[in-house]
């Protein structure tokens, strides 16, 4: 008997064939579905032929046929590229720790095939492979893929550092690859105030040039703040050679001057010192010689009584 129809049932949809003149075969040309078959059963799409002659006997086929049923699994696999996201350290910023976290977001399209975590791959300069089962490695299970985030088990250098992380989806996909430079400075800014020098001084003027030098080998430029009985005197110019100057008023009395420089990766070194601001002359109130008289070449005591 004769072959009446041939069609085939992909993804709920029935599909007519056609009858290739030259082979004999029924063919016909069905767009994919336009999601992965990945997280489907079995990971396919199952495919059902149903085929009927002319007197109306109907054969169907599908994927659990005993020989056929291999080949009538459909593997349809996404082409869109999964996305890596470093959210910390900030690019180009400078940390005061050598053990820096660093934060990850990998996630894949909606209805992706969802991110492969066993491809991670994380790099730090030239140094080894970190994975995604590697120590210091906390993975989080989140919608459309994971949170990653790596603490380095070793101090790392101060100086420049470049993180770089690799992913693939499930179906292969390559990830763009994500890289973040940064600058690990463990080390305060050196600071030197030159005026007042002395830890403990007098001075008889108001105003008074607060003046030093300050550097950071690894985190230049550096920032003063000065502060004066607890008041910050603002904004200090600091020049291309760490040189700054300032000048404060005294107040009458004790003033504690407190000189802070502070690094790119924030940290901080701190000079203290105290001037006492004494603008009233001392007074002399009384003078007493005695004896006086006084013999010649006799001893004899002055005593002065003064007060400021």
Known sequence: MAIDTVKVQINGSWVSLTKNATT??????I?????TSFNKPGGYYPVTVEAKDLAGNTTTVNDTHSTLGNQLKLFVKETTKPTITITAPASGAYLGTNT???SIQLRDEANGSGIKITTLQIKIDNG??????????????VSGGYDVTYVPQSALSDGSHTVTVDIQDNDGNVATQASRSFTVDTVPPTLNVTNPVETVSYKNTAPLTVTGQTNDVTSST??????LNGVD??????DANGNFSKTVTLVEGKNTIIVTATDLAGKTTS???TVYLDTVAPVVESITIVPNPVNVGQNYVITVEVYD
């Open 24 to 29: 004999g075969k029924y063919e016909g040309t």
């Open 100 to 102: 820096p976290a660093i």
């Open 31 to 35: 767009a994919a579905p336009n999601i």
């Open 271 to 273: 000079v203290t010192r």
């Open 233 to 238: 005197q603002g904004e200090v110019a600091v």
């Open 128 to 141: 080894p492979t970190i994975t995604n089962t590697s120590p210091g490695v906390t993975v989080i299970s």
């Open 222 to 227: 550096v920032t003063v703040k000065i502060e």
